[in-house]
Structures are given as structure tokens and as C-alpha cells.
């Protein structure tokens, strides 16, 4: 899953980690962004803590998705 162009600051992952994933090889920023994820804060709270923009975090999040080792958190925005 790619992320879409659309505003993705606001997004919000968690950690899944899971057996049988296959062997995949984290380099240091992918590991860096995956311990990052506690379910709380958004790509751009990750992305700031990291002292990286959305543009160089936005691939990273899409190749943990895309290894199911982190999920997108259902939050509404909305509420106040």
C-alpha cells in the first residue's frame, strides 16, 4: 500500500507485529520509524521526532505497510 498524496499528517499507526512474516531486512531508519509507532502519535509527531520531513518518512511507512509490520489506527478526527 502506498501512501496516497492526500494530507497524511494526521495519520496514525501502531506496531503488528507478527509471526511467520518471512525474513526482511530493516535498515536503521525503517527500524528507527517502526519503534516509533505506538498506536498514539501521528506521521507527523513521528516524522518531527525523528528530525525528518513526511517526504522522506512517507516511503518508509509505506514498505512497513506493505510488510504488515504496522497497521493503521482508526481515529476520528473529528472529535473534540
Given at each position: 500500500m502506498a501512501l496516497s498524496p492526500k494530507d497524511v499528517t494526521s495519520l496514525?499507526?501502531?506496531q503488528a507485529i507478527r509471526p511467520n512474516v518471512g525474513?526482511?531486512?530493516l535498515d536503521g531508519m525503517m527500524l528507527s520509524?517502526?519503534?516509533q509507532f505506538d498506536g498514539?502519535?501521528?506521521l507527523?509527531?513521528?516524522a518531527r521526532e525523528l528530525?525528518?520531513?513526511?517526504a522522506d518518512?512517507?516511503?518508509i511507512v509505506s514498505k512497513l505497510v506493505q510488510?504488515?509490520?504496522i497497521d493503521l489506527v482508526e481515529t476520528n478526527i473529528n472529535t473534540v
Open positions: 496514525v499507526f501502531k525474513e526482511l531486512a520509524v517502526l519503534m498514539k502519535k501521528t507527523e509527531q513521528v528530525g525528518r520531513n513526511l518518512i512517507r516511503p510488510a504488515k509490520l
